[in-house]
């Protein structure tokens, strides 16, 4: 027989917006180090177009 009665998973949502946020701080340090600011004004374009796409998609979407 099965038991189902399973623990609910943790959330972990804090931490993993925690790590994302610390990843991007080093890789713009990253990019800030080897190109300077015409750099950096490139990948947050570059992520602002993304973070654009992902938002028409999810909101196309529903």
Same mark, same amino acid.
């Given at each position: 027989?099965h038991?189902?009665?399973?623990?609910?998973?943790?959330?972990?949502t *804090?931490?993993?917006?925690?790590?994302?946020?610390?990843?991007?701080?080093?890789?713009?340090?990253?990019?800030?180090?080897?190109?300077? /600011?015409?750099?950096? /004004?490139?990948?947050?374009?570059?992520?602002?177009?993304?973070? *654009?796409? /992902?938002?028409?998609?999810?909101?196309?979407?529903?």
């Open positions: 027989m038991d189902s009665s399973h623990a609910s998973a943790p959330d972990y *804090t931490a993993t917006l925690w790590m994302g946020f610390i990843n991007l701080l080093w890789m713009l340090g990253v990019v800030s180090a080897l190109w300077g /600011l015409p750099g950096l /004004l490139l990948a947050g374009l570059g992520l602002n177009h993304l973070i *654009t796409l /992902l938002d028409r998609r999810r909101s196309a979407r529903d």
